[in-house]
C-alpha cells in the first residue's frame, strides 16, 4: 500500500511571492502517477499538474512547477509570482502505473495568499 | 463539455433511509471511484472500478455499495446510512494511463452529505 504525507497543514505567503508546498510518498512500485490537485472554496478538485515516474524531467505547468526526487520520493510544488486566486487546499496525490485502483491522497496543505 | 457529473450538490437525510447518489461521465474512461473527504483526514476512497461490472473496495468501504453496469455510470449507494456517513464525497473518472497526454482522474463537483 502506498501512503502520501504532507507536513505543512497550513501555509501563509505574500502575493507575488514564491511558496513551495511539501509532499513524501512511500511505494514499492517503481512504475507511478503523481499529482497536485487544488481546491478552492467552492471545493471543486482542480487538477494542477502531474508527474510521471519514468521521466526525470520536472513538470512545469504556467507559475507552477514541481521538483521530483525520485529517490528521496519526494515531490514538491513550487508556485512562482502567487496570486490571491491560488488561496485553496492543495493534495498530493499518488497513482500506480497501471491507475485503476485510484488515488492515494496527503491530508492537505491550505495555502493562503494575502494581499 | 467533457465532465464528471454527480446529482445531487446536496442532501439531507434521515438515519436509516437509502439513498443513490449519480455519477456520469461523457469522456469513456475505463476507469472510476469514489472518495470521501473529511476535515483533517483528506479524501480516501471508497471504492473503484476497472471497467464495466469489475468494481473493488478501496480504503472505507464499509456502508457502502457500487455497480457499473454501464461505462458512464458508477452510483454509490448507501442502504441505511448513519450519521458517521455525513461527508463531501466525490466521484472521479480516468483514462487508462498511456493512451494519452491527459491522464489522471477528473473529479466531479462533490455532494455534500448530511445525516441526522
Known amino acids: 500500500a502506498q501512503t502520501v504525507t504532507q507536513s505543512q497543514p497550513e501555509m501563509s505567503v505574500q502575493e507575488a511571492e514564491t511558496v513551495t508546498l511539501s509532499c513524501t510518498y512511500d511505494?514499492?512500485?517503481?512504475?507511478?502517477?503523481l499529482f497536485w490537485y487544488k481546491q478552492p472554496p467552492s471545493r471543486q478538485m482542480i487538477l494542477v499538474i502531474r508527474?510521471?515516474?519514468?521521466?526525470?524531467q520536472n513538470a512545469t505547468e504556467n507559475r507552477f512547477s514541481v521538483n521530483f526526487q525520485k529517490a528521496a520520493k519526494s515531490f514538491s510544488l513550487k508556485i512562482s509570482d502567487s496570486q490571491l486566486g491560488d488561496t485553496a487546499m492543495y493534495f498530493c496525490?499518488?497513482?500506480?502505473?497501471?491507475?485503476?485502483?485510484?488515488?492515494?491522497f496527503g491530508k492537505g496543505t491550505h495555502l493562503i495568499i494575502q494581499p | 463539455e467533457a465532465q464528471v457529473t454527480q446529482n445531487p450538490r446536496y442532501l439531507i437525510t434521515v438515519t436509516g433511509k437509502k439513498l443513490t447518489v449519480t455519477c456520469s461521465q461523457n469522456?469513456?474512461?475505463?476507469?472510476m471511484s469514489w472518495y470521501r473527504q473529511d476535515p483533517g483526514l483528506g479524501l480516501r476512497q471508497i471504492y473503484y472500478?476497472?471497467?464495466?461490472?469489475?468494481?473493488d473496495k478501496g480504503d472505507v468501504p464499509e456502508g457502502y455499495k457500487v455497480s457499473r453496469k454501464e461505462k458512464r455510470n458508477f452510483p454509490l449507494i448507501l442502504e441505511s446510512p448513519s450519521p458517521n456517513q455525513t461527508s463531501l464525497y466525490f466521484c472521479?473518472?480516468?483514462?487508462?494511463?498511456?493512451?494519452?497526454?491527459?491522464?489522471?482522474?477528473?473529479f466531479g463537483s462533490g455532494t455534500r452529505l448530511t445525516v441526522v
Open positions: 508527474q510521471e515516474a519514468y521521466k526525470q
Open positions: 472500478s476497472m471497467n464495466v461490472e469489475v468494481t
Open positions: 496525490a499518488f497513482m500506480t502505473g497501471g491507475g485503476a485502483d485510484g488515488l492515494t
Open positions: 472521479a473518472s480516468s483514462p487508462v494511463p498511456g493512451q494519452g497526454p491527459d491522464y489522471g482522474y477528473t
Open positions: 511505494t514499492s512500485e517503481n512504475n507511478y502517477y
Open positions: 469522456m469513456n474512461h475505463e476507469y
